[in-house]
T-cell receptor, first 111, second 114 residues
Framework: QKEVEQDPGPLSVPEGAIVSLNCTYSNSAFQYFMWYRQYSRKGPELLMYTYSSGNKEDGRFTAQVDKSSKYISLFIRDSQPSDSATYLCAMSAQGAQKLVFGQGTRLTINP | DTGVSQDPRHKITKRGQNVTFRCDPISEHNRLYWYRQTLGQGPEFLTYFQNEAQLEKSRLLSDRFSAERPKGSFSTLEIQRTEQGDSAMYLC????????????FGAGTRLSVL
């Protein structure tokens, strides 16, 4: 079983919809949680960073971490065609250097 | 701040050949990371440098792989005797070395082994 599980999709929604992306994890030592966006044939771009449990909002994006359930989410409001990409969750333990990634969810926003 | 730069962007080689990739991190970032990403998967950690010291290596980094960061600035990743299974995107990331472990990625080098 992988340390981080993420539904690969693909997920297709109409423009303007609210998108919910999720990851579950098994390692209770994870303290730092990130969401990256990756366009085709490009490197991952950091979207959101959260430490421990709680919510964080940045524009149309909201990240949530529930450590008790080992579950993290990314919400995208008012989704745009330009949001079409693969979304990767990543996490690391305190003092650890490596990021452990989910498989990525491929998202398409239809105009 | 010009971001993490990787060269080449795409490398095609024949099985058995050696290849070398270069990564230039964000200026003044003292931590540098290499990851490998195969199609439809998330990146997997390969190795990590703090300044010129290679402090961690994944079991994925077989004896055919070697990474260096000789002056604590740019880094190279060499694969000897390439195999078709080495075909992947090789990603470099850098971090300023604070406790948050926020890593910034380059565009990657896509390796195709024929």
């Amino acid at each position: 079983q992988k340390e981080v599980e993420q539904d690969p999709g693909p997920l297709s929604v109409p423009e303007g919809a609210i998108v919910s992306l999720n990851c579950t994890y098994s390692n209770s030592a994870f303290q730092y949680f990130m969401w990256y966006r990756q366009y085709s044939r490009k490197g991952p771009e950091l979207l959101m960073y959260t430490y421990s449990s709680g919510n964080k909002e940045d524009g149309r994006f909201t990240a949530q971490v529930d450590k008790s359930s080992k579950y993290i989410s990314l919400f995208i409001r008012d989704s745009q065609p330009s949001d079409s990409a693969t979304y990767l969750c990543a996490m690391s333990a305190q003092g650890a250097q490596k990021l452990v990634f989910g498989q990525g969810t491929r998202l398409t926003i239809n105009p | 701040d010009t971001g993490v730069s990787q060269d080449p962007r795409h490398k095609i080689t024949k099985r058995g050949q050696n290849v070398t990739f270069r990564c230039d991190p964000i200026s003044e970032h003292n931590r540098l990371y290499w990851y490998r990403q195969t199609l439809g998967q998330g990146p997997e950690f390969l190795t990590y440098f703090q300044n010129e010291a290679q402090l961690e290596k994944s079991r994925l980094l077989s004896d055919r792989f070697s990474a260096e960061r000789p002056k604590g600035s740019f880094s190279t990743l060499e694969i000897q005797r390439t195999e078709q299974g080495d075909s992947a995107m090789y990603l470099c990331a850098s971090s300023p070395g604070q406790s948050k472990n926020i890593q910034y990625f380059g565009a990657g080098t896509r390796l195709s082994v024929l």
